[in-house]
């Protein structure tokens, strides 16, 4: 295969508010119990007394004999309670939230195999948000396998 090297552009944008809403976590959690017996869930219904939370799942197979492991599961879904906060970010925050943002996208657009020439980002700044654009210059192999007839 022959290869074909060539330079190539990439450009990406993100846009950051100032005001901001963060969760922190207030302690308080609530759990649920499921059994699960050959793929039909046996559950009690409780309404979760939290508006906001974060959920997660641990399931236990209840049942083994050595290496056998009968079909039957104890799911315990836990919920813990977040608390929202406003926060105002100041401009250089907002700044570097972008550019950690716009570095990690353009990351999943690039090949690994490309060599970054060179990168620029420019920030456009109003009263309620920033806004960061990208561009990446990469040298990347563009060849591909085709059959010729």
Same mark, same amino acid.
């Given at each position: 295969?022959?290869?074909?090297?060539?330079?190539?552009?990439?450009?990406?944008?993100?846009?950051?508010?100032?005001?901001?809403?963060?969760?922190?976590?207030?302690? *308080?959690?609530?759990?649920?119990?499921?059994?699960?017996?050959?793929?039909?869930?046996?559950?009690?219904?409780?309404?979760?007394?939290?508006?906001?939370?974060?959920?997660?799942?641990?399931?236990?197979?209840?049942?083994?004999?050595?290496?056998? $492991?009968?079909?039957?599961?104890?799911?315990?879904?836990?919920?813990?309670?977040?608390?929202?906060?406003?926060?105002?970010?100041?401009?250089? $925050?907002? *700044?570097?939230?972008?550019?950690?943002?716009?570095?990690?996208?353009?990351?999943?657009?690039?090949?690994?195999?490309? $060599?970054?020439?060179?990168?620029?980002?420019?920030?456009? !700044?109003?009263?309620?948000? !920033?806004?960061?654009?990208?561009? !990446?210059?990469?040298?990347?192999?563009?060849?591909?396998?085709?059959?010729?007839?």
């Amino acid at each position: 295969m022959a290869e074909i090297h060539a330079r190539t552009w990439y450009e990406e944008a993100e846009e950051i508010p100032f005001e901001q809403i963060e969760y922190k976590k207030t302690g *308080k959690a609530f759990n649920t119990y499921a059994i699960e017996i050959i793929k039909k869930k046996y559950e009690r219904n409780k309404k979760i007394p939290f508006e906001e939370y974060n959920k997660s799942h641990r399931e236990m197979h209840l049942l083994n004999f050595g290496s056998y $492991v009968f079909p039957i599961k104890l799911i315990i879904t836990r919920y813990e309670e977040l608390k929202p906060l406003d926060i105002r970010l100041n401009e250089d $925050v907002a *700044k570097a939230r972008c550019e950690e943002r716009l570095n990690a996208r353009i990351k999943m657009q690039i090949p690994e195999d490309a $060599v970054i020439l060179g990168s620029k980002i420019e920030y456009f !700044v109003n009263e309620k948000s !920033v806004m960061g654009k990208i561009y !990446v210059e990469a040298l990347e192999n563009i060849g591909t396998k085709a059959k010729i007839n």
